[in-house]
Nanobody, 115 residues
Framework: QVQLVESGGGLVQPGGSLRLSCAAS????????LGWYRQAPGKQRELVAQ???????NYADFVKGRFTMSRDNAEKTVYLQMNSLKPEDTAVYYC?????????WGKGTLVTVSS
């Protein structure tokens, strides 16, 4: 059974940091392209960052310079280091794994940025 399980969300003050993790099971992790997405209340889900199976990364403009995505193929885990958090970063953050025509999503972890 394939699972992507996000963790690391929580409440943080503006300017603070969080590190999200997404642990995978049931897949050959190293061949998957991975992405972090987020969905704020009342808004559509949007791409935050992506990492290819070779480790190349791509970021949405609104997180460039603040967020860093990385992967550990041995641990079958992908990370999102989030620094300088803003209230507008508040959302549920989802992990996604894709390979060929296969597409898996986690259930998300809530990040709340508030003072």
């Amino acid at each position: 059974q394939v699972q992507l399980v996000e963790s690391g969300g929580g409440l943080v003050q503006p300017g603070g940091s969080l590190r999200l993790s997404c642990a995978a099971s049931g897949i050959i992790f190293s061949i998957y392209h991975l992405g972090w997405y987020r969905q704020a209340p009342g808004k559509q889900r949007e791409l935050v960052a992506q990492i290819t199976r070779r480790g190349s990364t791509n970021y949405a403009d609104f997180v460039k310079g603040r967020f860093t995505m990385s992967r550990d193929n041995a641990e079958k885990t992908v990370y999102l280091q989030m620094n300088s958090l803003k209230p507008e970063d508040t959302a549920v953050y989802y992990c996604r794994g894709t390979y060929s025509n296969v597409d898996y999503w986690g259930k998300g972890t809530l990040v709340t940025v508030s003072s």
